[in-house]
């Protein structure tokens, strides 16, 4: 079965500084990866995900995250957060004609 | 687009009660729709899949006969969470995709049971 690891439960960074939220995932087949957002008491917004070709994929909101197929790992960064991005981020993984399996989320807090 | 809605946002019920939870894809057709649920400061748990026209597919662990789902159409699935009790209390979320790979989630339903 696979599973999602995300190291860091709580992230906490200053604003404007960059930030890496870890992301590596179990699986001995091909996968989709994924970056969810949720803001407090709100559904997830999906931040970006890689299917297939260029392994830097960048989404929403100024995040990109690169897919490492030997580290199996699938980081997220951005070089500047905001205030706005404090937030729960989820990563998720799903194989072909599977569910999404979801990471146990990070915490990312911006302080002023 | 690919839009999905959840109906209430909040419900807080009694103990023994039934509360149904709608779940819409707004302006795409859903063919299967999953739904999750989030305790406090937890991940996301795959309750089970809704397929439209048949039964449910649920995970391990889940109880069919307490969480009812009904797919009735490309673009509504229900879980009805019956004879509710206080440990049932959690944020539940569904999805719903175009494609196998992508699924957009609805904004979640708060459900406390007193």
């Known amino acids: 079965a696979q599973s999602v690891t995300q190291l860091d439960s709580q992230v906490p960074v200053f604003e404007e500084a960059p930030v890496e939220l870890r992301c590596n995932y179990s699986?001995?087949?091909?996968?989709?990866l994924f970056w969810y957002v949720q803001y407090p008491n709100q559904g997830l917004q999906l931040l970006l995900k890689?299917?297939?070709?260029?392994?830097l994929v960048k989404g929403i909101n100024g995040f990109e995250a690169e897919f490492n197929k030997s580290q199996t790992s699938f980081h997220l960064r951005k070089p500047s957060v905001h205030i706005s991005d404090t937030a729960e981020y989820f990563c998720a993984v799903r194989n072909q004609g599977q569910n999404f399996v979801f990471g146990p989320g990070t915490r990312l807090s911006v302080l002023p | 687009g690919a839009v999905v809605s959840q109906h209430p946002s909040w419900v807080i019920c009694k103990s023994g009660t039934s509360v149904k939870i709608e779940c819409r894809s707004l302006?795409?057709?859903?063919?299967?729709m999953f739904w999750y649920r989030q305790f406090p400061k937890q991940s996301l748990m795959l309750m089970a899949t809704s397929n439209e026209g048949s039964k449910a597919t649920y995970e391990q662990g889940v109880e069919k006969d307490k969480f009812l789902i009904n797919h009735a159409s490309l673009t509504l699935s229900t879980l009805t969470v019956t004879s509710a009790h206080p440990e049932d209390s959690s944020f539940y979320i569904c999805?719903?995709?175009?494609?196998?790979?992508?699924?957009?989630f609805g904004p979640g339903t708060r459900l406390l049971v007193l």
């Open positions: 890689y299917l297939s070709g260029s392994t």
């Open positions: 302006d795409f057709q859903a063919t299967t």
């Open positions: 999805s719903a995709g175009t494609t196998k790979e992508t699924q957009y």
């Open positions: 699986s001995s087949v091909s996968v989709y």
